[in-house]
Every structure is written in structure tokens, then in C-alpha cells.
């Protein structure tokens, strides 16, 4: 039974006369991770931010087709982008911390939309936040030393921690592992799946392997199509595309 949080229907999506997505229907389902796998340049990311209108920031950006959010139509006019964002929080491929102290980074979005009464409350929020991402105890004793004094694994769980404190429905991470060693990458799949109990999560990866050992459903992209969507465990054993196939045994990438 499909239980969509969030949705994409005939999205096409241009940059200027160069078009970069074909047609793709996804359906995203609640509390579950799903990944997005296919070989770079392939439109993955570009799908990842039509789901929180980043592409908006783009220039010369036309998109045709429908995404929702539950009942919500995101590219209606009229639409509050922020609102969006705040709903449908990203984490990049790089680790991004705000120049801002630890604690300063994590409030930054709960101080813009005004969501919290008081410091005491801000303060409770900025500690959830870190708890959810795994990163209160290291972090504790030093939040107002600068966040660039951190790791890159633990930057990255920062920016994740930044990206639940609005509280959003879905978490979207753009190969978030790809500039982090082993331990650190380990950490943030152990992560996801902890995450997945409170937010949706839509990965993009480069590495099959990692779409093998997180997420539960599985889109395999080739050239702006979704070539085939489906639970992970049935696409790496059968999959139903010789494309998919290809891929999968590592003829192209």
C-alpha cells in the first residue's frame, strides 16, 4: 500500500532550452527511505531540489507537470516557498555550516520563521535537534565555539541537525557521505535509519552499495527518465529494465 508524502506527476523540467527531466511520476513513501541511483549527470539532484523549489534559485528554470506534499500543490501560485523549505529540509553533497556558532546554526531557521516564544525554548529545540542528529554529546560542552571547528562528519550531522529543527515532514540529502570517510558515512547511514521513524527521507547517492544497506524503495534515473521505481530488494535482485540491469553489474556508471 502506497502512502505518499510526497509526489511528483509528468514533471518536466527545463534550463533554458536544455531539458533536464522527462516526464517523471515518483511517489515518495512517509517514513520510509528511498534513494535515487544512476550514473552522474543523470538529473538525480536536479529531481532532489524540484522537491523543495531550489531550482527556483536557478536562471532560466521552467518546469511543466505537479509536485505535492500530501494535498498541497508546491509550484501554486502563490505558494510560500519558505514555508516549503521549512517543510522539506535539504542537506548538500559538501558539509555547508553557517560561519555561526554550533548553537547559532541549529536556531538560525527556528529564529527566521520567529517558531519559538522564548530562549529557553529555543534553546530546548536547538538540543532535540542535535539529539535527533546524533550529535549532542560531542557537541554540549562547546555550542558557542564557531561550527567550523568540526569534523567533517560531524559538520554534516550539524547541517542535518540545522535541517530538523523546523521540524519538517521530509529530509532530502544529496550524497551526503560523498566527501566523508568511512566512519562518518557509516554514522549518517545508521543515522537515516533512526531518522526514518520521524521524517521521510528521498536520498540521492552515487553509491548502490549504500542505496543497498538504507533505504527500502529504490528510482534508478538514466538520462532525465526514471527508468524504474521500486522496493530495493526486488530492483537489485530482479531488476525489470536491462538499463537498471546494466547499471546494477557496473557495465556503465
Known amino acids: 500500500m502506497v502512502n505518499p508524502q510526497i509526489q511528483a506527476f509528468g514533471l518536466n523540467l527545463w534550463f533554458g532550452k536544455n531539458q533536464v527531466l522527462n ?8 517514513n520510509k527511505v528511498t534513494a535515487m541511483i544512476g550514473p552522474s549527470g543523470c538529473g538525480k539532484s536536479t529531481l532532489l531540489r524540484c522537491f523543495n523549489r531550489m531550482n527556483d534559485l536557478i536562471p532560466e528554470t521552467r518546469i511543466t507537470g505537479k509536485v505535492t506534499l500530501g494535498d498541497r500543490d508546491i509550484y501554486a501560485p502563490g505558494t510560500d516557498v519558505t514555508g516549503i523549505r521549512s517543510q522539506v529540509g535539504m542537506v548538500f553533497q559538501k558539509p555547508n555550516p553557517f560561519p555561526k556558532s554550533i548553537f547559532n546554526n541549529v536556531a538560525y ?9 522564548n530562549r529557553s525554548e529555543l534553546a530546548d529545540r536547538v538540543e532535540a535537534s542535535l539529539q535527533a542528529a546524533w550529535l549532542w554529546d560531542e557537541v ?3 555550542l558557542h565555539s564557531s561550527a567550523m571547528s568540526l569534523s567533517g562528519g560531524q ?5 542535518m541537525a540545522r535541517a530538523l529543527a523546523t521540524s519538517p515532514l521530509v529530509l532530502l540529502l544529496d550524497e551526503p557521505t560523498s566527501a566523508l570517510d568511512p566512519q ?3 554514522k549518517i547511514e545508521e543515522l537515516c535509519l533512526e531518522l526514518k521513524n520521524s521524517v521521510t527521507i528521498l536520498i540521492v547517492t552515487h553509491n548502490v552499495a549504500q542505496a543497498g544497506r538504507i533505504s527500502e524503495y529504490t528510482a534508478f534515473m538514466y538520462l532525465g527518465e526514471l527508468v524504474e521505481f521500486g522496493t530495493t530488494e526486488k530492483m537489485f535482485t530482479v531488476p525489470a529494465d536491462k538499463r537498471t540491469e546494466a547499471y546494477l553489474t557496473g557495465v556503465f556508471g
Open 184 to 186: 562518518s558515512t557509516a
Open 109 to 117: 531557521g527556528l529564529q527566521v520563521q520567529d517558531a519559538v516564544k
Open 140 to 142: 554540549k560542552n562547546r
Open 23 to 30: 516526464d517523471i511520476d515518483l511517489s515518495v513513501h512517509t
Open 155 to 159: 559538520q554534516q550531522r550539524l547541517c
